[in-house]
T-cell receptor, first 111, second 114 residues
Framework: DVKVTQSSRYLVKRTGEKVFLECVQD?????MFWYRQDPGLGLRLIYF???????EKGDIPEGYSVSREKKERFSLILESASTNQTSMYLC??????????FGPGTRLTVL | QQQVKQSPQSLIVQKGGISIINCAYE??????FPWYQQFPGKGPALLIA?????SEKKEGRFTISFNKSAKQFSLHIMDSQPGDSATYFC?????????????FGKGTKLSVIP
């Protein structure tokens, strides 16, 4: 069974706080992804990483950064959280072909 | 910007009926078309996928129909059950870029009523 775990299911933060969302995969796969999911907008790619210390911007990288120091761990960082970053955040890792396996998501609320 | 347009936004089907969700894409370089199913409180999970060398793929009650010339693909759920109630996302990718990025549709919320 594919395992992608995310550190928190629910998170409440205040505007201006620095927020870390952690994602860990159980396989030795290079490609990992961070998405945000909002009603009516589907899933939008924030950043992805194709190897340790390697990253590329997705469609909506503004206000976010990422860190990948080890192959199994991919972190999403909100440098200064804002209310418009209230959302569901989903981490995924690459599988066979173009398949992606998702974690359960972190619902972040920024007050 | 690459887009995948999905319709309808929501769908209500009676138990035993056929659910049909449609997607259209623009980029002819796309060569992989998966459908994901998401239940409340869970991450999306791969349901079924197709490549453009075939026009149809069937797995149990789920079928993808693919029309390359029209740049459209659809998901059919036969004999829909209340347990199929979920949000469905179509997606598209082109593996030639090496990065395996998926472009998702905006989702369809399916409700199957008894």
């Amino acid at each position: 069974d594919v395992k992608v775990t995310q550190s928190s299911r629910y998170l409440v933060k205040r505007t201006g706080e620095k927020v870390f969302l952690e994602c860990v995969q159980d396989m030795d796969h290079e490609n990992m992804f961070w998405y945000r999911q909002d009603p009516g907008l589907g899933l939008r790619l924030i950043y992805f990483s194709y190897d340790v210390k390697m990253k590329e911007k997705g469609d909506i990288p503004e206000g976010y950064s990422v860190s990948r120091e080890k192959k199994e761990r991919f972190s999403l960082i909100l440098e200064s959280a804002s209310t418009n970053q209230t959302s569901m955040y989903l981490c995924a890792r690459q599988g066979a072909w173009d398949t992606q396996y998702f974690g359960p998501g972190t619902r972040l609320t920024v007050l | 910007q690459q887009q995948v347009k999905q319709s309808p936004q929501s769908l209500i089907v009676q138990k035993g009926g056929i659910s049909i969700i449609n997607c259209a894409y623009e980029n002819t370089a796309f060569d992989y078309f998966p459908w994901y199913q998401q239940f409340p409180g869970k991450g999306p999970a791969l349901l079924i996928a197709i490549r453009p060398d075939v026009s149809e793929k069937k797995e149990g009650r789920f079928t993808i129909s693919f029309n390359k010339s029209a740049k459209q693909f659809s998901l059919h759920i036969m004999d829909s059950q209340p347990g199929d109630s979920a949000t469905y996302f179509c997606a598209a990718a082109y593996s030639g870029a090496g990065s395996y990025q998926l472009t998702f549709g905006k989702g369809t919320k399916l409700s199957v009523i008894p």
